[in-house]
């Protein structure tokens, strides 16, 4: 039987530390703020905004929200994001994705001033994070990371394997791993003998977005489980990238869904912010 890693739980304590900094920072004359940018009227979109919004509320920063209607052009938004770059009081930009069709969200995203990319997407922070000289880390797979470290769980010589080649979690997570001196294994759709693969990992992390698709049979037994996915069942019930029901009783460690990696994301935003601010005015930790 797994032990379930409580991403509720992780992502409490990373806030609490959040809003003590936040509480220290005002103390000194300096108050991060994080402009939120929704365009179009994407339900889900719109709960994740209100909820970052929320979360700033919680943990004393600041925030403004801009939402846009679906008609806004490319140049109007970038024109926007322009304005909050220039803005003191403004130290991280977050654009809500996914973009209505018809606007170009790379273009976006390199309009944003590198230090005030709290999702960590421009080209930029892409090669810091490459490199491993990094100011921001992507906020899942950051939250990832946190959450297997919240275990005492040492990654430097295992075996990792992450599912999933994204730009947003998959490649950064892979990174990360190896930073932390992971043996790291990317899967994709093209990858061949991928249960076999799977079941080498002591670390297996599922990114692929397809409903309960780590099955029992991928699990090497007691390994660390993470699963990325935000997705719905047959009978429309949300669940993750894992057969969780199946797997659990396998793995040492795993992640529930909901309650495991997606509360770490918004509490790793916050992080960011904070050390944005501090970025900004020239402070070091």
């Not at 043996?183 to 991928?194: E, F, G, N, Q, W």
């Amino acid at each position: 039987m797994a032990k379930l890693i409580d991403g509720k739980a992780v992502s409490a304590s990373v806030r609490a530390q959040v809003a003590q900094e936040v509480q220290e920072l005002k103390a000194k004359g300096l108050h991060p703020g994080l402009a939120v940018v929704i365009v179009g009227d994407d339900p889900a979109s719109r709960t994740y905004v209100n909820n970052k919004k929320k979360a700033c509320a919680e943990t004393g920063i600041y925030s403004e929200e801009y939402a846009l209607p679906a008609a806004t052009t490319q140049e109007e938004l970038l024109s926007l994001v322009r304005s909050l770059n220039q803005k003191p009081e403004i130290h991280g930009i977050l654009v809500q994705s996914p973009l209505p069709e018809g606007l170009d969200e790379e273009a976006v995203i390199e309009e944003i001033n590198p230090q005030k990319d709290v999702d960590a997407f421009h080209p930029q922070n892409v090669g810091r994070i490459m490199i491993g000289n990094f100011h921001f880390l992507p906020c899942t797979p950051a939250g990832v990371i946190e959450l297997i470290r919240s275990q005492g769980i040492e990654i430097a010589g295992k075996r990792c394997v992450v599912i999933g080649r994204s730009n947003i979690v998959g490649k950064p997570m892979a990174m990360l791993l190896l930073h932390n001196h992971g043996t790291v294994t990317i899967c994709h759709s093209k990858t061949r003998d991928l249960a076999e693969i799977c079941r080498e990992a002591d670390i297996l992390v599922a990114a692929v977005g397809r409903p309960k698709f780590v099955t029992e049979n991928m699990v090497k037994p007691g390994a660390v489980v993470i699963d990325v996915g935000m997705d719905r069942d047959e009978n429309g019930k949300l669940c993750g990238d894992v057969d969780f029901v199946h797997v659990e009783p396998k793995a040492g460690y795993i992640t529930p869904v909901p309650g495991g990696v997606g509360p770490m994301t918004i509490a790793m935003l916050l992080r960011n912010t904070v050390t944005a601010a501090k970025l900004q005015a020239g402070w070091k930790d």
